[in-house]
């Protein structure tokens, strides 16, 4: 075998007997396949085994699809996410929160988590998704964009600067960058990454991440704790070091089996060969209440965009948005956290803010692709059906014979939006977004 598993992890697992040696078993076996649907858009057509008991709206399939050569994919009608990371369904829907709670996703990228958290809210509250790394933060941004809740704001920076939101989320996801011995399985590179002395260097790092965020945190507010990982120090090791530090408190939360109780009861595992999933710890914290600082917003009116609202009526159901003129672009935002969003835009490093409706120019407004995979937004009416062949085209950049009108056209798969097309009669203008653009050959 080529990634042989790490014998101090060996050594580890066959002595202390947790997680079980059922664990070491399983990382031979190959990777079950998850995907959990957009609760708004068009269910794929898949060949489903069964559903995951812990996430409504996720199924496992019999095979692996070929995710690129998939129209609805790229549409955003479901995202491919590994089982266990979707146990946080579970314990989102078991929290005390206010009814529209501001969150932080703050190790965000890809968006597995963030995606998930997105179709809780339901597009109430606000979902600020962070990702430290620049180019993560696009992928996490592409992935946001193609889920389409205009509620969200996307975030690059290092958890320190979120110093300057002081008691400003009532609930914060922390999935910490870690050892990932639960990735050991479907990653067999994890395996070949992997020391003790790494676990310790995770552990420290996790330790400093919560210690930067918690500020942010309003007093009485959620903090959801998760690693890839089964070693005590990165999980239940620093989740009582949070309760000694910070005066946190550990939240109770029923999960069921297959899903295991942490060691002496603190958080909970998915375990390959005993959770149908890789690995996973999850841990919920309570921050104590303590004075509230009052909120500073800043309210920036002069962005309000009321004269092109008008125009963009015919794109898009305004009714509950602001219309926002950022640098030319126009940003839709729901109107009860338009000022929360525009605190985040002034204080942080800012990759996406709601929706963007479309770019203003002499001859009208250009709609962007952000409002073609809204589906609360978008409104359009003209719509092109393609073949999935042609869509597989239109995916790649590529313009093809297609009959319509004059002028913008939103194209679709199954009725889903794809994008736009600028109709010049016989020929079209492919106006879809390069960097996301399909480069494998079919
Ligand atoms: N939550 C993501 C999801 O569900 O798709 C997966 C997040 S992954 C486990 C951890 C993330 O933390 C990575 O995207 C990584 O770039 C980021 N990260 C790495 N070092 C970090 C640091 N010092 N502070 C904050 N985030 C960091």
New binding site residues.
């Given amino acids: 075998m080529n990634h042989p598993l790490p014998e101090a992890f060996l050594s580890r697992i066959q002595n202390e007997s947790f997680p079980g040696l059922q664990l070491i078993q399983a990382l031979d076996t190959p990777s079950p396949v998850s995907v959990r649907f957009h609760p708004k858009k068009q269910k794929p057509d898949f060949e489903i085994r069964g559903q995951v008991s812990w996430c409504e709206a996720a199924v496992y399939l019999n095979e692996r699809p070929q995710y690129v050569f998939d129209p609805l994919f790229h549409a955003g009608a479901y995202y491919p996410?590994e089982a266990g990371?979707m146990v946080?369904d579970s314990v989102l829907r078991q929290l005390n929160l206010a009814t529209e709670p501001k969150v932080l996703?703050?190790?965000?990228?890809?968006?597995?988590?963030?995606?998930?958290i997105a179709s809780f809210l339901d597009n109430k509250g606000m979902l600020v998704a962070?990702?430290?790394?620049q180019q993560?933060a696009r992928i996490?941004k592409e992935?946001l964009t193609k889920w389409g809740y205009s509620n969200t704001v996307v975030t690059n920076n290092?958890?320190e600067d979120f110093q300057r939101l002081p008691q400003f989320f009532d609930l914060m996801?922390v999935?910490?960058?870690?050892s990932?011995e639960g990735m050991f399985r479907k990653d067999p590179a994890a395996r070949d990454e992997w020391s003790d002395d790494n676990v310790r260097l995770c552990a420290g790092?996790q330790k400093?991440?919560v210690m930067?965020v918690w500020d942010a945190l309003v007093p009485g507010g959620i903090m959801v704790y998760?690693?890839?990982t089964f070693n005590s120090s990165e999980n239940e090791e620093n989740v009582l070091w949070f309760i000694k530090e910070l005066g946190a408190e550990l939240v109770p939360i029923e999960l069921h089996e297959p899903i295991m109780k942490g060691r002496n009861g603190v958080g909970f595992y998915c375990i390959p060969g005993i959770t149908e999933s890789e690995g996973f710890y999850i841990a919920v914290l309570q921050k104590p209440d303590e004075t509230l600082i009052r909120q500073r917003n800043t309210r920036k009116s002069e962005f309000r965009a009321q004269k092109d609202a008008l125009d963009c009526g015919k794109y898009a159901d305004l009714s509950e948005y602001d219309l926002i003129n950022w640098n030319e672009k126009l940003l839709a935002l729901p109107k009860n956290y338009t000022d929360s969003m525009l605190h985040v835009q002034a204080q942080m490093r800012l990759q996406k803010l709601g929706t963007m409706v479309g770019d203003t120019s002499r001859k009208g407004i250009i709609p962007n692709e952000e409002l073609a995979l809204n589906p609360f937004l978008n409104r359009y009416k003209e719509r092109i059906e393609l073949t999935k062949e042609q869509a597989l085209h239109y995916l790649r950049g590529d313009t093809f014979p297609l009959s319509g009108e004059h002028g913008y056209q939103l194209v679709t798969f199954q009725n889903v939006p794809l994008g736009w097309i600028k109709h010049l009669g016989n020929r079209f203008n492919n106006l879809y977004t390069k960097e996301w653009r399909i480069r494998k050959q079919f």
Avoid at 130 to 133: C, L
């Fill in positions: 996410q990371s946080l996703d703050l190790c965000a990228a890809p968006g597995g988590k963030s995606t998930l962070n990702e430290v790394i993560r996490l992935n290092d958890p996801v999935d910490a960058p870690c990932g790092r400093r991440i930067d998760s690693t890839c």
